[in-house]
């Protein structure tokens, strides 16, 4: 008959399973979790028992040596299940079960172990990021970013203001240079219409009001 180590060494190849000598106190089995990460998840103490009746005296001796190493979990392993019960069951705290309901057993709290270990282990992460985070956006580092970007913005809103008002006055110069050219072009015309008379053939953009607009553009 195979011992309780090497099923559950042959179940669970990521655990560490040692078997307490015999004559030290303590539970007949010691089971270390690991998830696949190699992190140590929780520990399972086992007790066996292969007698012909169930001893209520068992669950608070083997809650003492649970306590004793720190163990999350413990079973009992035995041959007579309390009267009445016919499957595995929990007894203040303390699992109880037949040996050929062990691993499926096991495979269940083991599972409960690695799962709660994860959902600490992200609301560790969780934990240092937001400190993380929050030192980050207390600090002077983001003082100084969000100040460049600042800057930045503002630079660049001056550098258009001043890109406008140099193109302002420059439209302005080249409408007062357009101005000139146009009056100084129907004086010109009009100089000359005035010696030559009817002679001097009409310029249509000279005589129309919109004409002026035409060559003001």
């Given amino acids: 008959e195979l011992k309780i180590e090497e099923i559950l060494g042959k179940e669970f190849p990521y655990d560490s ?9 303590g539970a007949d089995s010691i089971q270390k979790v690991y998830n696949k990460m190699q992190q140590h998840c929780g520990t399972i103490i086992i007790e066996s028992k292969r007698t012909k009746a169930f001893t ?3 669950i608070p001796k083997l809650k003492s040596d649970q306590r004793s190493i720190s163990a999350e979990i413990a079973v009992l392993v035995t041959e007579t299940m309390p009267k009445g019960v016919e499957s ?9 079960c037949r ?5 499926g057993l096991i495979y269940v709290l083991r599972q409960t172990l690695i799962k709660t270990m994860a959902v600490k282990s992200s609301q560790v992460n969780k934990g240092d990021k937001m400190e993380m985070l929050y030192s980050f956006l207390t600090g002077e580092e983001f003082k100084d970013q969000i100040s460049a970007i ?5 630079a660049m809103r001056q550098d258009l203001d001043k890109e406008k ?7 302005k110069r080249r409408e007062k240079q357009i101005e000139v050219v146009t009056d100084n072009t129907i004086n010109m015309h009009a100089s000359i219409k005035g010696i030559a008379g009817k002679s001097i053939p009409a310029i249509q953009q000279l005589e129309l009001g919109d004409g002026l607009e035409v060559l003001g553009e």
């Fill in 88 to 96: 595995f069951t929990e007894i203040n705290g303390i699992w109880v």
């Fill in 17 to 25: 399973i040692e078997e307490v000598p015999k004559g030290i106190r």
């Fill in 150 to 154: 600042v800057e930045g913005f503002s």
């Fill in 99 to 103: 040996i050929n309901e062990l691993v």
């Fill in 165 to 171: 008002r140099a193109m302002t006055a420059i439209w």
């Fill in 56 to 58: 209520s005296d068992w």
